[in-house]
Nanobody, 125 residues
Framework: QVYLVESGGGLAQPGGSLRLSCLVS????????MGWFRQAPGKEREFVAA????????YYTDSVKGRFAVSRDKAKATLYLQMNNLKPEDTAVYYC??????????????????WGQGTRVTVSS
């Protein structure tokens, strides 16, 4: 069992920045890859970014490339999402999740097993 707790959401102005954190606890040794997803009101949950826990290979959806950066601190058992140049369309609840062992499709939510409760990000002037 892995437990995930997100934090760092809030209100930001367009062009501003936020850094989300996801604290990992429980069976940390089972974590291979982790991802960030988001769900805007009335929309389906969508992939944002992912990273492998050991080698830190990263993956991004096109709409956030060059603006967001995913990273992890193994010593702190924490996953991060640095979000820069925020846009109103980034407004959503952001979730972190751990991938199921053996899964390769980082972009699909069905590839993930454990999820956090989400943290809300609102981008508005």
């Amino acid at each position: 069992q892995v437990y995930l707790v997100e934090s760092g959401g809030g209100l930001a102005q367009p062009g501003g920045s936020l850094r989300l954190s996801c604290l990992v606890s429980g069976d940390i040794d089972s974590v291979i890859s982790m991802g960030w997803f988001r769900q805007a009101p009335g929309k389906e949950r969508e992939f944002v970014a992912a990273t492998t826990w050991i080698s830190e290979s990263t993956y991004y959806t096109d709409s956030v490339k060059g603006r967001f950066a995913v990273s992890r601190d193994k010593a702190k058992a924490t996953l991060y999402l640095q979000m820069n140049n925020l846009k109103p369309e980034d407004t959503a609840v952001y979730y972190c999740a751990t991938m199921k062992p053996g899964e390769k499709k980082v972009y699909q939510s069905s590839s993930y097993l454990y999820w956090g409760q989400g943290t809300r990000v609102t981008v508005s002037s």
